[in-house]
T-cell receptor, first 113, second 113 residues
């Protein structure tokens, strides 16, 4: 158990809908990272927040957005969902903004039908 | 951009030694990581190299040559539970600040009796 929690564990929704994925980092960690893992693309970095502010941006679509709240939990919002958005979404946390070790949560499996 | 190559699959025998190679091309190199991932589970951190040389951690060792853009993960005394996907990941400093971790597609290791 990494200490990172993610909810929900599974999510099934229809195309065009909007969902919110939630992540709570390990106690004391200030950075949260979001990743998408699909079968054909591997693990893709989406975005990083550090102490409430966006720190680095990866291959995140405009339909997706994220934020980190004052209590350091983070949410990833996915809208206008498409079939291709079906994937495992992982959240990871680290102590600092540039810490080398990231601890991954168990992931949320999103299925878009 | 970044490019990471690692073999798709490898098979080894229980008790043996296996070496998983990773080559990469990136600008702003700031560290190379190896993660282990069992199917449907979160990646778990194995090792981190930022300087050239060998880092040893129990049955696992990782080597880095920055001039060659090359790393390997060495697994000794293989056990059946080592059957998993091994992900090579490169961290790069972004021009706007922050770091981005880019993962390879993973090497699926199968350990046989």
């Amino acid at each position: 158990d990494s200490g990172v929690t993610q909810t929900p564990k599974h999510l099934i929704t229809a195309t065009g809908q909007r969902v919110t994925l939630r992540c709570s980092p390990r106690s004391g960690d200030l950075s949260v990272y979001w990743y998408q893992q699909s079968l054909d693309q591997g693990l893709q970095f989406l975005i990083q927040y550090y102490n409430g502010e966006e720190r680095a941006k990866g291959n995140i679509l405009e339909r997706f957005s994220a934020q980190q709240f004052p209590d350091l939990h983070s949410e990833l919002n996915l809208s206008s969902l498409e079939l291709g958005d079906s994937a495992l979404y992982f959240c990871a946390s680290s102590l600092g903004g540039d810490s080398y070790e990231q601890y991954f949560g168990p992931g949320t499996r999103l299925t878009v039908t | 951009g970044q490019n990471i190559d690692q073999p798709t699959e490898m098979t080894a025998t229980e008790g043996a030694i296996v070496q998983i190679n990773c080559t990469y091309q990136t600008s702003g190199f700031n560290g190379l990581f190896w993660y282990q991932q069992h199917a449907g589970e979160a990646p778990t951190f194995l090792s981190y190299n930022v300087l050239d040389g060998l880092e040893e951690k129990g049955r696992f060792s990782s080597f880095l040559s920055r001039s060659k853009g090359y790393s390997y993960l060495l697994l000794k005394e293989l056990q059946m539970k080592d059957s998993a996907s091994y992900l090579c990941a490169v961290r790069a400093i972004l021009t706007g600040g922050g770091n981005k971790l880019t993962f390879g597609t993973g090497t699926q290791l199968k350990v046989e009796l």
